[in-house]
């Protein structure tokens, strides 16, 4: 998750195969159980802004840059010509900072209207319990959202109102676009190394020293915004552990452990990269957006990112710059990587426009706004029906990408939705094993003793 990381899955991942060319997902303090604040009834619901008299909207998003933020430029701009008597007051922050700061503005009494909340238990869990955010059951009967959006997608932003219970209860926020975690490549360099694009993981992994060892950097990556290196550790998870041992330890089931061998394997894999010189030297100083534009400027063959820069590195790049899903363990086998959908857009308790809010949330998800976002080099949630990208360009690899993960149950849980402490135990814990400072036992045995503390709490 890059400082724009949107969202993923839990306990979905199995039965995604069902859903053809959607997308399909799938982080706290705590606070005082409450029941949450009450729904109107869905026939009490106004659905019209422009009879609400004059509003001042505060919208907070993470869509700070590239394509998702000219979407969001055009969706609003195009809400306030149609409804002049409204006025959007957008707040636009990195994930990173959102999560520094978005409880404290809930919590205060002039929150935002509409936040995007990230899904599990850290943030939409924490709100939910503190009585932050409105259930929004009566707006999906309004607006029909369960009729647009699979149910395995609007569970992923469920959750019971003391907090404790995800993807079942309440909905709370409906989410807006979709995204996988892969591997972009400069299509050049990797030619000028004598490489392809590699069909097995084992082959991406020999390709690594041959890159270096011809003067160039192989992996571009940066993680002083802590959420890039969840991706690249889930990338090599996935591949050691395989997509169940993932879900399993996500979601806390049976006995599942962090110092299982498959996920030892992978925090010895990338601590090997990094003393190998693998990965950009002093990454933990640098951040996800600088290391994607050190990608764009020829610094590193491969990018392991997710789909939201799309349209940054289509833009920078042109059609020197691919896309591949995470290569199968074994040749012509199921590729498999993380994935899901962009952080829930919700509606906060304390809102004084709660209708407008809805009417909001609803034009930024409807089927206008899925063209925007797929125009603006973004990948809707539910694919436009008639969109096809251009062949040959980056928005084609994607596309194709995540048709493949999602028609073979290829999708795995973003790691820090564990626990509500599990986003600050893993990118930490992550920081220190990449510098060198920390043994891959202690690292397993601190993501363990984290969720053995929460199912204690439950």
């Known amino acids: 998750m890059s400082s724009r990381r949107r969202t993923v899955l839990a306990r979905v991942g199995v039965g995604l195969a069902a859903v053809p060319f959607v997308f399909v997902a799938a982080c706290a303090p705590g606070g005082t159980s409450t029941s949450g604040p009450t729904s109107k009834p869905s026939s009490e619901i106004a659905t019209d802004p422009a009879k609400a008299g004059k509003v001042s909207l505060t919208v907070w998003d993470i869509n700070t840059s590239g394509g998702a933020n000219d979407a969001m430029i055009k969706l609003n701009d195009e809400f306030e010509k149609k409804y002049p008597n409204v006025k959007i007051n957008r707040v636009s922050r990195t994930l990173n900072d959102t999560k520094t700061t978005l409880k404290l503005a809930l919590s205060g009494d002039n929150p935002p209207d509409v936040v995007q909340a990230n899904q599990?238990?850290?943030?939409?869990?924490?709100?939910?319990?503190?009585?932050?955010?409105?259930?929004?059951?009566?707006?999906?009967?309004?607006?029909?959202w369960d009729q647009k959006f699979p149910k395995q997608l609007l569970d992923l932003n469920k959750f019971s109102t003391d907090g404790k219970t995800w993807q079942s209860g309440s909905l709370y926020g409906v989410s807006q676009t979709g995204e996988i975690v892969g591997i972009f490549y400069n299509k050049k360099l990797l030619q000028q190394a004598g490489l392809e694009p590699p069909k097995t993981f084992a082959e991406f992994?020999?390709?690594?020293?041959?890159?270096?060892?011809?003067?160039?950097?192989?992996?571009?990556?940066?993680?002083?915004?802590?959420?890039?290196?969840?991706?690249?550790?889930?990338?090599?998870?996935?591949?050691?552990?395989?997509?169940?041992?993932?879900?399993?330890?996500?979601?806390?089931?049976g006995d599942a452990t962090w110092s299982d061998p498959g996920t030892t394997q992978a925090a010895q894999k990338v601590k090997d990269w990094a003393a190998k010189g693998y990965l950009t030297a002093g990454a933990n100083g640098l951040s996800g957006d600088g290391a994607s534009s050190n990608f764009t400027k020829g610094q590193g063959v491969f990018r392991i990112d997710g789909t939201?820069?799309?349209?940054?590195?289509?833009?920078?790049?042109?059609?020197?710059?691919?896309?591949?899903?995470?290569?199968?363990?074994?040749?012509?086998?199921?590729?498999?990587?993380?994935?899901?959908?962009?952080?829930?857009?919700?509606?906060?308790?304390?809102?004084?426009?709660?209708?407008?809010?809805?009417?909001?949330?609803?034009?930024?998800?409807?089927?206008?706004?899925?063209?925007?976002?797929?125009?603006?080099?973004?990948?809707?949630?539910?694919?436009?029906?008639?969109?096809?990208?251009?062949?040959?360009?980056?928005?084609a690899d994607v596309f194709s990408a995540w048709k493949s993960i999602s028609e073979n149950d290829g999708l795995t849980p973003y790691l820090d939705y564990a626990t509500p402490t599990f986003y600050d135990t893993l990118t930490s814990n992550l920081q220190q094993l990449?510098?060198?400072?920390?043994?891959?036992?202690?690292?397993?045995?601190?993501?363990?003793?984290?969720q053995d503390a929460f199912k204690t709490s439950k």
């Open 120 to 144: 599990g238990y850290p943030d939409m869990g924490a709100f939910v319990k503190a009585g932050l955010l409105t259930p929004l059951d009566q707006y999906d009967k309004v607006y029909k």
């Open 205 to 253: 992994e020999s390709d690594l020293p041959k890159i270096k060892a011809d003067g160039l950097l192989p992996i571009q990556f940066g993680t002083s915004d802590k959420s890039p290196a969840i991706h690249l550790f889930g990338v090599v998870q996935a591949a050691t552990a395989g997509k169940q041992a993932v879900r399993d330890l996500v979601t806390s089931s």
């Open 308 to 395: 939201w820069r799309l349209a940054e590195l289509e833009k920078a790049m042109g059609k020197n710059v691919g896309f591949m899903t995470p290569p199968p363990v074994r040749a012509g086998g199921q590729s498999v990587t993380e994935g899901g959908v962009g952080l829930a857009w919700s509606i906060t308790s304390k809102s004084k426009n709660p209708d407008v809010a809805g009417a909001y949330l609803n034009f930024i998800t409807n089927a206008h706004a899925d063209d925007v976002l797929a125009q603006t080099g973004n990948v809707p949630a539910v694919a436009p029906k008639n969109y096809q990208p251009p062949a040959g360009t980056l928005s």
């Open 434 to 450: 990449i510098g060198g400072k920390l043994p891959v036992k202690q690292f397993t045995g601190n993501l363990d003793a984290d």
